[in-house]
Structures are given as C-alpha cells and as structure tokens.
C-alpha cells in the first residue's frame, strides 16, 4: 500500500477577513480562528468533565461548558485580535440539556453516552417501537437520547420534568447563552424527533416514545435559511467580541465533521476516528429500507441526508490500551502495531467497551469487549495491533450497513494522525482511506456552513472545493485485503458467539460494583 500526498489549493476569493469557530466536544472545547483562505491560523483548547455515575451515567455542568467556551474564545481573541466575521458554532449531539423558563439548567445534562435509559429502549425494542419508529425517523433510538432520557426521567425525576420549558442539545444550550434564543439544528432535531422525509417534527413519534407531553419541550427548528442571530450584548461581553457579530448554528460534529472533511456529495464517506467512531455517508434522500441501525440526519448542504453509524467506543479503545500498557501517548499504539504482523497472531479484540454497550450499527446496551485467541506466543505488539484491527473490523461493519459503498473514505479526527491505522483501515474495509490535512475537522465544517449563512459563498459545495484540503491517500493491498476478509468474518462469528452472553456478564459486573460501593 502506497500513501500518496495531494493538494487543494484554496481559492483566494472564496472570502475575506476571518471567522471564529467552536466545536464543542465531550471533553475538549476547542475554539479556532480561520483566516481568508480557510486555514487554522489558531486553536484554543479547554477541557470539560464528564459526571461518571452508578449504572453507566455520564453528565456534565451546562455552566462548566459555557465558561470553557468563553475561555477558548478570548484566548483567541487576545492571540488574534483583528474584527472577526462571525462565530459558527458546532459541538456534541444526542443526551438531554434541559432548561427551565429563565434559561436556567434545571439538572446537570444527561450526555449521548449515558446509559440510564437502557431499559426503556429494551423494552421499546421488545415492543416493535423501535423498528415502527425508524421507518419514520431513518434512526434507532438509543439510550442517549432524548426521548429515552426523557421517558425515563419522567419516572425518576418527575418534578425535573415538570420544571423544565426546553429539551437543548449542547449546541442548542451554548446558542441560547450566545443569542438569547432556544434553536435546535435539524441535523440534531432528527434523531429522535423528526420524520426524516419531510424534516418536521412528528406528533406520531412522540405518541410511539410515550412521551406526547414532550411536545411542549421541543425548541423552534432552524434550517439552512435560518442558521444566524446576532451576538447578544452580555454575551459579547464575556468572549471580548462586538455585540450584533452573527452567531450562526452550524449542525452538530457528525455532520459538521463530514462538511469538513469535504464529503458534501451523495455518495461520499468519512470515518471520524474521534471519541466515537462515526463512519458516515451522504445520500441524496433517506433510505429506510433495510434492517434498524445508526442515525439518518439531515446534512446541513442542500436537502441531502447523511446516514451515520456512530458507535459509543472509539479512540478510547486506544486510550484504554494507552493505560493498561503504561504507554506515553497513543503514538505509542501505532508503533508497536506497527511491528505485529497482520492478524495479530491470532489475537482478537471485540472493541465494545462502553458502559452504555454499543448503538451502531447495531444496538445492545449489553454489549461488552473482549480478547480472544490468547496465547504465550503474543505481547505488546500483538495487542496493539489487535486494538487497531479491531477498531477497523467495527468500521467494515458500519460500511457494510449504509446504503451505498463509497469509492473513497475520508479520515479525520485524531485517531487520524496514526498513518499506522489509516493502512489498517484501507486494508480491512478495501476502500482507499483519504487523510484531511486539517486538525479541527468539525470546527472546519462549521466554518464553510458559516460563510454560506452569511453570504460569503454561494454554497457550502463551492466552499468546500475551494478550502478542505487533502493530506495524503491509501490505497489498499488487494493481498492484505484478501487476509482481513477472514480476520473480519471470524470476528464476526465471535461477535454472534458471545452475543447472548453479554446481558449475563453485563448484570454480573452491576451487581460486582454495587457491592463495592456498599462495602
């Protein structure tokens, strides 16, 4: 396999001055300024926390966020002092951000990987909800969502749900602190609330999760017309920014990811080798056709759709492994994989190792990892390449769920920076893999959605053509292609092996830490 580098020489004319873009993530926020021709001239980067809780919880201050927000922001506007354009704003999807009537948080937000409503969905599952409500909506419904969150906090907290006047996103949260105005994108709107056909909300939907009340909740939809606000005085108080800048709502990272990557015609892929692995392609319009997985969204270019498979376990595979090894840094990872040889010596791993199970492309908040085909002969480098191929193998599957197959996979994300993997991924899948030369990939298709809004651009296509760049391409190596077809198809029969066991060891390892806390 050969990597072959490429350019995309940015238009001088696209558009003038510069523009401030956030992409608010799990556990980094970062804020980045683009000059004219569309490249990073700067990045700021703050950490936030994640509230980790019995039974698979994970939740986070909406406060804590906002200040990270407006820390990047004015580190970049003391860096980069010149009059900015607009700020285009992107971030985390899914989880549950409530409000109540004074713009308040009413609880801390219950984020997309959150586990607590794992039974709700089960049951829906159970009951044909789940399946009647894809053919609407082009998504399966997971616990991190809303409307399961939702459902489930009506039992728990009921007094919460009584208290709260607006369901927001991260997104949606952080527009309201910088317009003054409760807005949800349509690529974050439409999983759980929206028929994917008409991208509308849909009182049947709500009738199906059990949740009709949740209507009163739901915020105004915004679209590609209706993206920019002005930036409200006290707000442009705390960035260090004038007051009436346009704020625009850009969609959510796993759109705004692929926007970046440049994968804005139908047909075309990336793979985001983030905190999630969120392998992605876009389709001319919905498919709903075939068996439930991932999401289907709207892609924020024209009214294309894109079809999602982001899984709950991805890059934090490699951090896991990072740990437990007692490496430097993921570099570490790719190093040693690189010294393995293809299939690991047998080693496989079965990368779900989130506590929520996974969600795509298939959906089983039991779901749990593990190792097979140990022996002495292995050590570090078999495990690592292993962790590698695994994670690729996950890949494989969500490709062959989508709808089409692409001639080309875009990579980004920081998974990304390991060229170890992007091989791995081009072998295992059979596509060639495609590096973006930008680091802030999400922050990137924030900007391009931004200066369409605006009207700096025609539209988000030409923007596109004019600034994403290209780093380097892999080809795959139709031998080692033809040696993971087997790799892949054994990790498929231990994945179906091991399935039914998964509730067992899940319920297994509850009852375990249960008692640790009670001893």
């Given at each position: 396999m050969?990597?072959?580098?490429?350019t995309?020489?940015?238009?001088?004319?696209?558009?003038?001055?510069?523009?401030i873009?956030?992409d608010?993530?799990?556990?980094?926020?970062?804020?980045?300024?683009?000059?004219?021709?569309?490249?990073?001239?700067?990045?700021?980067?703050?950490?936030?926390?994640?509230?980790?809780?019995?039974?698979?919880?994970?939740e986070q201050?909406?406060?804590?966020?906002?200040?990270?927000?407006?820390?990047?922001?004015?580190?970049?506007?003391?860096?980069?002092?010149?009059?900015?354009?607009?700020?285009?704003l992107?971030?985390?999807?899914?989880?549950?951000?409530?409000?109540?009537?004074?713009?308040?948080?009413?609880?801390?937000?219950v984020l997309?990987?959150?586990?607590?409503a794992?039974?709700?969905?089960?049951?829906?599952?159970?009951?044909?909800?789940?399946?009647?409500?894809?053919?609407?909506?082009?998504?399966?419904?997971?616990?991190?969502?809303?409307?399961?969150?939702?459902?489930?906090?009506?039992?728990?907290?009921?007094?919460?749900?009584?208290?709260?006047?607006?369901?927001?996103?991260?997104?949606?949260?952080?527009?309201?602190?910088?317009?003054?105005?409760?807005?949800?994108?349509?690529?974050?709107?439409?999983?759980?609330?929206?028929?994917?056909?008409?991208?509308?909300?849909?009182s049947?939907?709500?009738?199906?999760?059990?949740?009709?009340?949740?209507?009163?909740?739901?915020?105004?939809?915004?679209?590609?017309?209706?993206?920019?606000?002005?930036?409200?005085?006290?707000?442009?108080?705390?960035?260090?920014?004038?007051?009436?800048?346009?704020?625009?709502?850009?969609?959510?990272?796993v759109?705004?990811t692929?926007?970046?990557?440049?994968?804005?015609?139908?047909?075309?892929?990336?793979?985001?080798?983030?905190?999630?692995?969120?392998?992605?392609?876009?389709?001319?319009?919905?498919?709903?056709s075939?068996?439930?997985?991932?999401?289907?969204?709207?892609?924020?270019?024209?009214?294309?759709?894109?079809?999602?498979?982001?899984?709950?376990?991805?890059?934090?595979?490699?951090?896991?492994?990072?740990?437990?090894?007692?490496l430097?840094?993921?570099?570490?990872?790719?190093?040693?994989?690189?010294q393995?040889?293809?299939?690991?010596?047998?080693?496989?791993?079965?990368?779900?190792l989130?506590?929520?199970?996974?969600?795509?492309?298939?959906?089983?908040?039991?779901?749990s990892?593990?190792?097979?085909?140990?022996?002495?002969?292995?050590?570090?480098?078999?495990?690592?390449?292993?962790?590698?191929?695994?994670?690729?193998?996950?890949?494989?599957?969500?490709?062959?769920?989508?709808?089409?197959r692409?001639?080309?996979?875009?990579?980004c994300?920081?998974?990304?920076?390991?060229?170890?993997?992007?091989?791995?991924?081009?072998?295992?899948?059979?596509?060639?893999?495609?590096?973006?030369?930008?680091?802030?990939?999400?922050?990137?298709?924030?900007?391009?959605?931004?200066?369409a809004?605006?009207?700096?651009?025609?539209?988000?296509?030409?923007?596109?053509?004019?600034?994403?760049?290209?780093?380097?391409?892999?080809?795959?190596?139709?031998?080692?292609?033809?040696?993971?077809?087997d790799?892949?198809?054994?990790?498929?029969?231990?994945?179906?092996?091991?399935?039914?066991?998964?509730?067992?060891?899940?319920?297994?390892?509850d009852?375990q830490?249960?008692?640790?806390?009670?001893?």
């Open positions: 050969t990597a072959v580098g490429t995309s020489p940015p238009s001088s004319t696209t558009r003038s001055g510069t523009a873009c956030v608010a993530g799990t556990t980094v926020i970062k804020a980045v300024v683009f000059g004219p021709d569309g490249r990073e001239r700067a990045v700021a980067r703050r950490p936030t926390s994640v509230l980790r809780g019995a039974g698979g919880r994970a201050d909406p406060d804590e966020v906002w200040d990270a927000v407006v820390a990047a922001v004015r580190e970049l506007r003391r860096a980069v002092p010149e009059p900015v354009d607009f700020l285009s992107t971030g985390q999807g899914d989880g549950c951000w409530l409000v109540d009537r004074d713009d308040r948080p009413v609880r801390p937000a997309w990987n959150d586990a607590r794992g039974s709700v969905v089960e049951r829906w599952r159970a009951e044909g909800r789940l399946d009647e409500a894809f053919v609407v909506n082009g998504s399966l419904t997971f616990a991190g969502l809303a409307n399961a969150v939702l459902r489930h906090l009506v039992d728990e907290e009921p007094e919460t749900v009584q208290r709260a006047d607006s369901v927001l996103t991260c997104s949606g949260w952080l527009f309201l602190r910088l317009t003054g105005q409760r807005a949800v994108d349509g690529s974050e709107a439409a999983a759980p609330w929206l028929d994917i056909a008409s991208m509308t909300y849909s049947p939907l709500l009738e199906l999760y059990e949740i009709p009340w949740a209507e009163r909740l739901l915020p105004e939809l915004r679209t590609d017309d209706r993206r920019v606000e002005p930036l409200w005085p006290a707000a442009a108080a705390e960035l260090g920014l004038p007051a009436g800048t346009p704020v625009v709502l850009a969609p959510y990272d759109a705004a692929a926007i970046g990557a440049g994968a804005v015609f139908p047909g075309s892929a990336v793979s985001v080798l983030g905190t999630t692995l969120a392998t992605e392609v876009v389709l001319l319009e919905p498919d709903t075939g068996r439930p997985s991932g999401l289907t969204v709207g892609l924020g270019v024209r009214e294309h759709r894109l079809r999602a498979f982001p899984t709950l376990a991805g890059c934090g595979v490699i951090d896991w492994l990072v740990d437990l090894l007692g430097a840094d993921p570099a570490e990872v790719s190093a040693l994989a690189a393995a040889p293809l299939g690991a010596g047998g080693l496989q791993l079965l990368p779900y989130s506590p929520a199970g996974e969600r795509a492309p298939f959906l089983d908040p039991a779901a990892g593990a190792l097979t085909g140990l022996s002495f002969g292995q050590g570090r480098t078999h495990l690592a390449r292993a962790t590698l191929e695994g994670l690729a193998h996950v890949i494989a599957d969500c490709l062959a769920a989508a709808p089409v692409p001639s080309e996979l875009r990579l994300g920081g998974g990304a920076a390991s060229g170890v993997w992007c091989r791995i991924i081009a072998d295992v899948t059979g596509i060639p893999t495609v590096r973006s030369a930008d680091h802030e990939v999400g922050a990137k298709g924030a900007l391009l959605i931004g200066l809004a605006v009207g700096a651009v025609p539209d988000v296509e030409s923007a596109a053509q004019a600034l994403v760049r290209v780093q380097d391409r892999f080809e795959p190596d139709a031998d080692a292609h033809a040696a993971h077809a790799g892949l198809a054994e990790f498929f029969a231990t994945r179906r092996d091991l399935a039914p066991s998964w509730p067992r060891r899940r319920a297994l390892a009852a830490a249960t008692s640790a806390r009670h001893a």
